[in-house]
């Protein structure tokens, strides 16, 4: 629960009324609930499976996005630090910055953040985060209901996805059906989808569980993506009611903005069309037939006489953070509208233990006709978080800026682990593009990675490296870290600075970790290596008898920029993880692997497919660029996986990635 509570400033209201109960339900690993209670500081545990004690640091950043209404329930611009209060175990957190969803400058307040910084890699910051910040992703749910109801909901959508106004959405769909339709996919196929075969009967309203198996799917899909969640849903008082997805929606950080298509509704007789007898001085104010029509509609919602289902609709748009519509035009114009309420806020937040499980906190706000709502949770850094950067590298980058000298590649490899977590592998290669560093001279790295899902940082590090002794032009270092991460929209951001010249450089590599919580038969990253990290190196790290880096005593040093030079024969590494044990031994026994370069089969080399030490299976082998005549410049690389298919006929699975060859 969100405990105890300043008496003043209004609080959102709980949606879980049962948050003990919901959150024993999470730690049974149930539904998409399961991977928000898993060990935030797993990198530090021996075996996945283990929930470890850290010593917990006295503060972290947490960041959270929370939108604020007036009481008639238009979104509220240009709120300060000042006017929000975070409560969490009962005792207030400062409020670190508050940043309006859609403006580049932080609001004003005593504590709204510190000095701006104009250098290179500040600005850079800063456009990727106004680039964030204009996403909004919306869920569009065709909810199971009766014939005449679907028939009203297809119609709007298509009419709407017809309009040229709504090109610039990320819009996926969910039809009553269980069809759905990705973000990327476009408004045409989006009307092509509601005008298919299916559109031409209606499912059984009286939907089973795989339904909504597939809805809580799909919202969870919604919550590891950038930005700004909406969900829009249609029902009608027959079948499936909104509030079916209000759990599902808090957990996404998404806001639902319902529609209902038929239903009970108050028709008051004659409504803008009644006339009332003018006075002398002209017609009775507020007494027209609209406006008597109007109060009510909004009596007898009050009073409750508009029927279950209606109010129904309103809790599950009051609960969540979003309102009711009339259709879907109504709707995205709302959602558009409500983007002046959103604010990003950082407080200084103070968890009681890193267990794995997230952290529940209230927030509330001074104003008291104001209202605020948003997530019931935060999720703090895990173990290895280093904290900001350096003073003198910001002073470096902002009084330098970029530098033509240092050159930063990023890239990052994902894992699928146990309990529903990635482990992610990183890494970094900090070249001198021009002179080379001065005679003991040292490098400064910082790294962090930022959960645009959760809008923070996830974990930092820092770290001084000496360059090699005698270094040539082309000097080189590698770096690479490693942790398990949730799943959600990351972006990795490695910031490097030499001590003797302070010329500075920067890479940002952004990915996505899915979610891991159903069966299912999934792959690794594909790792070009032609190293493996020095003892020196892995001392840096903790020890991990899991390491999928690990190749035969090997933990390979993958080269970020993935380039090579013709001589060089990297090794490929790649896992696959069955769901179970009988198809990981259909795998051993049937299935083939192929490296291909650019699709030419001359240029193809067999990899081997065995088991792996801990678990999963190892698909590795040599990419023999000594033997191919390829041609500097980016080339591809294929990991072609063959299995048998129906008469006799071979099934093939492509995974794909990235290498250049050097001049």
Known sequence: MCLSQPRRPVVWHIALADFASRRRI???????????????????????????????????????LVWVRDGSGAPVSGLTADDFVVTENGVRDRVIAVRSFFTDAPAAGRNSGKAKDDSAAS???????????????????????????????????????SRSDNE????????????????????????????GPKAHFSPNSKTDGSWMWKASRAIEELGILPGRHAIIVF????????????????????ALYTIQISGPEVVVPFGGAAEVPSSESGPIPFVTGEYAAETLKSTFSTLGYLGEDQSERLRAADETGGLAARDLKDAFGRIAGDSAGYYLLSFEAKPQERD???????????????????????????????????????????????????????????????????????????????????????????AELINESMHGVAGSWFEEKEWPGDVPTSASLHWQREAHIYPGSYLL?????????RKTGTGTYAFMARPLDLPAFRFSGIVLADNCLSTKEQERMRHNLFDPMLLDGCKLAPTAAARFNRGQNPTVLMRAYP???????????QWKAYAIVNDAQSQSTELEIRSAEVRGLLVSGKLMLSQMSLKPGPHQLTVLLVLPGEKSKKQTIPLTTKFSIEP
């Open 26 to 64: 999470v730690k049974a690993r149930v539904g998409i609930f399961r991977w928000l209670l898993i060990c935030e500081a797993a990198a530090a545990c021996v075996a996945p499976r283990g929930h470890c004690q850290i010593e917990a640091r006295a503060t972290d950043t947490a960041n959270v």
């Open 123 to 161: 600005k850079a910051a800063e456009a990727h985060e106004k680039s964030w910040q204009s996403l909004t992703h919306v869920l569009v749910i065709i909810s199971p209901m009766s014939a005449a109801g679907r028939q009203h909901a297809l119609l709007d959508a298509i009419q709407f996805l």
């Open 168 to 195: 610039g959405w990320k819009i996926a769909l969910l039809d009553d059906a269980g069809e759905y339709v990705h973000y990327g996919a476009g408004v045409d196929t989006l009307r092509k989808a509601l005008k």
């Open 235 to 254: 029902s009608d008082r027959y079948g499936m009611g909104p509030s079916n997805f209000i759990g599902p929606a808090v957990m996404a950080q998404a």
């Open 493 to 501: 951001r490695v910031i490097a600075m030499d001590t003797a010249s």
């Open 579 to 589: 769901p179970n044990e009988k198809l990981a031994k259909l795998v051993l026994n």
């Open 356 to 446: 794995g499980t997230w952290h529940p906190f209230s927030v509330s706000i001074r104003p008291s006709h104001l209202s605020v709502k948003g997530p019931r949770f935060y999720m703090v850094p895990f173990e290895s978080a280093a904290g900001e950067m350096p003073t003198e590298m910001k002073e470096a980058l902002s009084s330098n800026g970029e530098s033509h000298g240092l050159h930063v590649a990023a890239n990052a490899w994902l894992f699928p682990d146990q309990g529903g977590v990635h482990f992610g592998a990183f890494a970094a290669e900090l070249n001198w593009t021009s002179d080379a560093p001065s005679p003991g001279s040292r490098l400064k790295i910082y």
